[in-house]
């Protein structure tokens, strides 16, 4: 069975202020994760760039990956490609994270159904710049 995105997950996620990781962010300028993660930030959360280089992001220290990010986590970002977000997902549910936001184009349906199974709010294969004009938050 193929996931369907719920338009009220989306728009809680998006509204309700939180701590979102994002797992490929990185402080290359030319890529779609910086605009992004740039973009959830000024809709008012809080970023947190998941990258092997580590790199400090936005003002914010980055980390290696999900295990190494101190404190809670609300949303998991995926921007990896398809073939390595089971990967991440399931390093999600390990960090107890309430959501994972699979962004456009990255789609797998296992680890999303193991994220419902896990009890995390699953949104896949969209982005919050599409989203959030959708639901009148910008």
């Not at 000024?42 to 947190?48: F, K, M, P, W």
């Not at 290696?64 to 998991?76: K, Y």
Request: aromatic letters at 6%; glycine letters at 8%; one cysteine or more.
């Amino acid at each position: 069975m193929s996931h369907v995105n719920d338009p009220e997950v989306m728009k809680r996620l998006l509204s309700d202020k939180g701590r979102w990781a994002v797992v490929g962010l990185s402080a290359n300028t030319e890529r779609t994760a910086y605009e992004i993660a740039g973009y959830v930030r000024e809709l008012g959360h809080e970023i947190v760039p998941v990258h092997p280089k580590a790199e400090t992001v936005y003002g914010q220290q980055g980390y290696a990956d999900l295990a190494s990010v101190p404190g809670e986590v609300d949303v998991v970002d995926v921007f990896v490609n398809s073939q390595l977000a089971g990967a991440v997902v399931d390093d999600a549910i390990a960090k107890g994270a309430k959501a994972v936001w699979l962004q456009k184009g990255v789609i797998d349906e296992a680890a999303a159904e193991r994220a419902a199974q896990a009890g995390l709010d699953v949104v896949m294969n969209t982005c919050p710049a599409i989203e959030a004009p959708r639901f009148g938050l910008v």
